[in-house]
Each structure stands twice: as structure tokens, then as C-alpha cells.
Antibody
Framework: QLQLQESGPGLVKPSETLSLTCTVS??????????WGWIRQPPGKGLEWIGS???????YYNPSLKSRVTISVDTSKNQFSLKLSSVTAADTAVYYC???????????WGQGTLVTVSS | DIQMTQSPSSLSASVGDRVTITCQAS??????LNWYQQKPGKAPKLLIY???NLETGVPSRFSGSGSGTDFTFTISSLQPEDIATYYC?????????FGPGTKVDIK
């Protein structure tokens, strides 16, 4: 059974860089059929796609976040990562990692991790 | 950018009722439309993909239809465990966008 698990600091200071890692188990991140992505949800609000990556390293990002986002993949560890720079309180959210079927459809999700931006 | 609208934003219905949620895209997205269920404190769960295909293991009381710009999600007989927020999600031109969500309660 495929499982995704987010990890990283739960508290980040304003202007610093948020860094999260998603570890994939029960399947290979190098599968040619899937992309891998990050999605976030501010408390009490809706879902926002951040960006996606293919195992080859090809990425595409939400234009509204593109200038601050970097997503990378480490196939040897079966992990992919998110970096979001220059964070503010508006970046406080539950961050989910997900597998994307055919690049269009997040079909498996991690449980999510709350990241709070505060001094 | 393609904008997604959902209606209603919330609804209350009785157990056994038929519940319908609509999602509208600002441009033609063909059938690149998925539906998710999210319960409090949990990750979203994929229910319907490509507008009308039921994800494996999802009860058949859930269904979806539509193409182009107008889509419908239906619960044929609302059950207590269906209390959740439902989101539509579209894909177009390398971008993914979610609708604002519809919160479903039991009356």
C-alpha cells in the first residue's frame, strides 16, 4: 500500500525558508506513470496547489508562488522536497504531499503537516 | 488562469436525501475535473476522477457528470458518514486549481 509522509519543522520564522520532505513508501518515486506534488491548506480555508515534480526532475509550479518555490526529488531516498522562501504569516498552513496520477489528479495524499510561520 | 466556482458553499440535508453540488470552470477544461471529500483533520480523498469515473473502493452512491465548463457531483442517498467538505479540482495547461468547497451537514 502506497504511503506518503511529510516531515519538517512545524514552526518557521518570518522571512526564513520553509523546508519539508515527503518520504514515499510502498512504491517507487521513479515510476514513469506519476508526478509528485505539494498542496497546502491554510487553517479553515481551501486547498492550494503549490507545484509538482517528475522523477526526472521536471517541475511546474503555481504561478502565484513560483518565485519562492523549489521542489526537488531524490530518487535514491524515494523522497521529494519543498522549499518555500521568504515566508510570512500567510504561509501558515497544513502542507500535504501527494502522488499525481497522469499529472492531473492527486490520488494518494500524505496525512499533512501543520507549519506555522511566527516569530 | 482558470477560476473554479462551486455551489452551494454549504448545505444541510437529511439522511437518505439526494445531494447535488455544482462546479463551474471559467474556461473549457474538457473532462479534467476531479471531486474530493475532506473530513475534519484529514487529507482529502479522491472520489471521482475525469468528471465521471468512480475511484476504486468508493461507494456507488457517489457520482459525477459534466464536461466543458459545467460539472455536477451527486450523492444519491446521503449517509451520516458523508458529512464532510467536498472540493472540485481542475487541471489545465500544467496548472491545478481547486474549487472553494461545499460543506455538507446532516439536517
Amino acid at each position: 500500500q502506497l504511503q506518503l509522509q511529510e516531515s519538517g519543522p512545524g514552526l518557521v520564522k518570518p522571512s526564513e525558508t520553509l523546508s519539508l520532505t515527503c518520504t514515499v513508501s510502498g512504491g517507487s518515486i521513479s515510476s514513469s506513470s506519476y508526478y509528485w506534488g505539494w498542496i497546502r491548506q491554510p487553517p479553515g480555508k481551501g486547498l492550494e496547489w503549490i507545484g509538482s515534480i517528475y522523477y526526472s526532475g521536471s517541475t511546474y509550479y503555481n504561478p502565484s508562488l513560483k518565485s519562492r518555490v523549489t521542489i526537488s526529488v531524490d530518487t535514491s531516498k524515494n523522497q521529494f522536497s519543498l522549499k518555500l522562501s521568504s515566508v510570512t504569516a500567510a504561509d501558515t498552513a497544513v502542507y500535504y504531499c501527494a502522488r499525481l496520477e497522469a499529472v492531473t489528479t492527486p490520488d494518494y495524499w500524505g496525512q499533512g503537516t501543520l507549519v506555522t510561520v511566527s516569530s | 488562469d482558470i477560476q473554479m466556482t462551486q455551489s452551494p458553499s454549504s448545505l444541510s440535508a437529511s439522511v437518505g436525501d439526494r445531494v447535488t453540488i455544482t462546479c463551474q470552470a471559467s474556461q473549457d477544461i474538457s473532462n479534467y475535473l476531479n471531486w474530493y471529500q475532506q473530513k475534519p483533520g484529514k487529507a482529502p480523498k479522491l472520489l471521482i476522477y475525469d468528471a465521471s469515473n468512480l475511484e476504486t473502493g468508493v461507494p456507488s452512491r457517489f457520482s459525477g457528470s459534466g464536461s466543458g465548463t459545467d460539472f455536477t457531483f451527486t450523492i444519491s442517498s446521503l449517509q451520516p458518514e458523508d458529512i464532510a467538505t467536498y472540493y472540485c479540482q481542475q487541471y489545465d495547461n500544467l496548472r491545478i486549481t481547486f474549487g472553494p468547497g461545499t460543506k455538507v451537514d446532516i439536517k
